[in-house]
């Protein structure tokens, strides 16, 4: 009785760290403005030579060399501004900042943990099994 409860414990944290890491595995690339395609579906920071913009999905647009906030919230160096009007033309940006997912790292430590998890799990049972009732 004793086995079942500390091993669905050691189930429920792995469980937990699973779904910590499903939230991926993230790496950042940084970019010259006019070598990067603007993809307005991406998170970007945008770094100028005195301010850094942080700009979800979708709350920015490129025209004519010219990034516009459009809708929402803006993170202006780690202050919030609600309803942001900023116009950034290409040619004031020093770097563009774009986060990557990085799937196979994702995928490779969520399989990790569940072997392990196994592992655990498989050495708890026979450490705690009476042999003697077996015999």
């Known amino acids: 009785m004793k086995t079942e409860i500390?091993?669905?414990?050691?189930?429920?944290?792995?469980?937990?760290?699973?779904?910590?890491?499903?939230?991926?595995?993230?790496?950042?690339?940084?970019?010259?403005?006019?070598?990067?395609?603007?993809?307005?579906?991406?998170?970007?920071?945008?770094?100028?030579?005195?301010t850094t913009y942080n700009?979800?999905?979708?709350?920015?647009?490129?025209?004519?060399?010219?990034?516009?906030?459009?809708?929402g919230n803006l993170l202006l160096n780690k202050s919030l501004i609600n309803n942001p009007s900023v116009k950034i033309p290409v040619e004031e940006m020093n770097l563009v900042e774009v986060k990557k997912v990085e799937a196979a790292q994702t995928t490779l430590v969520v399989i990790g943990v569940t072997i392990v998890a196994i592992v655990v799990i498989g050495v708890i049972s026979l450490a705690t099994t009476d042999w003697r009732l077996h015999l």
């Open 55 to 71: 700009f979800k999905g979708y709350q920015y647009i490129l025209v004519d060399d010219t990034l516009i906030a459009t809708k």
């Open 6 to 50: 500390i091993m669905k414990k050691i189930l429920v944290w792995i469980i937990l760290v699973s779904f910590i890491n499903l939230t991926g595995c993230y790496s950042h690339e940084l970019f010259a403005p006019t070598a990067y395609k603007f993809n307005e579906k991406k998170e970007i920071k945008v770094i100028t030579k005195d």
